[in-house]
């Protein structure tokens, strides 16, 4: 059972395959965790149902219907902004271009999230009250 | 018979071995650190694979007029996405019983037939103005249900203060003791005509108790239930940590209300933070409902005794085990001041942050070193 004996045994072939193996398992990790979850996405949901996931990286306009009307949202170099809404305060308007977290139309009940799971962990907090 | 046949079966073995043992040079050994390195790449495989590890879910939904945020910590998606839309489901079960501007609702019920008859209400009704009659007793009268004649005097939106004779009009038309309930009856009922009751000031608080009750008997052991600033946390985090819970600057208000943009969430408007297990927080702020005429700020939280806006507080938090009673007791607290403020909590026992109009911040004993203050600009 001397593993140091066993090794002095194995051929260059033998090494050249555990190695490979053993690069092949790490990569199988990297590729889990790094490639399969796919880019941030953003989801735009309209009186309670998810309407649209479309990925932060194709610049694109596109609108949703609340209970008040329309509500559009403009997506271009992975941010996001709603131009159009027709709620009576327009707060979701003047919050601008995000990069992340999300903008809320109470009235139209419209919720537009960028997110992925990189946010859900790097959150300071849990929630906010107040 | 068998003996035999056992010891034969040994002898087979012993006299025609498959391999040789493990021997120095052997190729047995190749095997066998090829078999280890298989064996080591399963385990990575389903390492990486495996869907027990315990992770944290969050849905968001529009609810009571509100953003509604519940958070669970489970080991299979499919379960906690059943269980939040469970916790939703409730949350709006009780937004259908309790709406004031429904005509369908018990609430409007009540306040329909106020000064005519006592009307049937849900066990659930009952119990939030209960609990509702009991945070008014404790805070002088502070929190009131029965402010509904003069809240609808007020428009935040268009910015409409009320003149100040229908004020005192209305204001006769509101006292939490003349709002009678029988238990024994599940009833309710107002004594004069034109009394409004209006339970936005506790049936968040409530929903979110109920949403985790919801949650528990779908067996998720710990979560968060956010229904705007009234959150109730339980259990713990998949790391081991209690949740953590931001309280938001007064005077760095949101723009627009409830989540703003920017790395990690919302921490740009946290003063402070504290860490909640099996407790409930609520805050309630002069910054949320309000409009600002000739230099003067109007919000929601009006005092029952002059049907205008309470001066004393900024923002004012409170913690303990039930959501219904943070919810009702921060605006009842922040109608009181405080100096008042400290000792109802301190009578209480429950916990407290309280920041008044001058900014400054009041806390209770227990709760220093508890939570932990952010520097923000």
Known sequence: ??????????????????????????????????????????QIEANGSLVYVLP???????????PEGRTVVEIKNHRLRVTESPCHNKLCMKQGW????????????????????????????????? | MRDKSKVESLKVTKSNPPTPPFTKGGRGGITKVLLFTFYFLLLTFLCACTSHKERIYRKSKILMDTFVTITV??????????AIDNAFSEIERLEKLSNFFSSESE???????????????????????????????KTEGAFDVTIGPVITLYDFHKKIKPEESAVK???????????????????????KRGMLIDLGGISKGYAADKAVEALKRNRINSGLVSVAGDIKAFGLKPDGKPWKIGIRNPRIPPNPPLVKGGKGGFSDDVMATIELNDMAISTSGDYERCFILDGKRYHHLLSPKTGYPAEGCQSVSVITKECAFTDAFATGIFILGPGKGLKVLGKMGFDGIIVDSQGKVHTTPNIRGKFEFKRTS
């Open chain 1, 1 to 42: 059972m001397n593993l140091n004996g066993l090794l002095k045994r194995t051929t260059i072939a033998d090494k050249i395959l555990l190695s490979i193996l053993i690069l092949l398992s790490f990569s199988g990790i990297i590729f889990v965790k790094k490639v399969l979850p796919a880019s941030r996405t953003v």
């Open chain 1, 56 to 66: 932060i990286d194709k610049d694109r306009t596109v609108s949703v219907e609340g």
């Open chain 1, 98 to 130: 995000i990069e992340s977290g999300a903008i809320v139309c109470l009235p139209n009940k419209v919720v537009v999230t960028i997110g992925d799971h990189e946010d859900e962990i790097n959150k300071i907090v849990d929630a906010i009250t107040g």
């Open chain 2, 73 to 82: 910590v489970s080991n299979s998606e499919n379960s906690a996405g059943k």
């Open chain 2, 107 to 137: 609430v409007s019920r009540i306040n329909k037939n106020a000064g005519i008859l006592e009307v049937k209400v849900s066990p659930d009704i009952l119990d939030i103005l209960d609990k509702a009659l009991y945070v008014s007793e």
């Open chain 2, 169 to 191: 009009k209305n204001l006769s038309l509101v006292n939490y003791r003349e709002l009678i309930i029988d238990r024994n009856k599940s009833a309710a009922f107002l004594k």
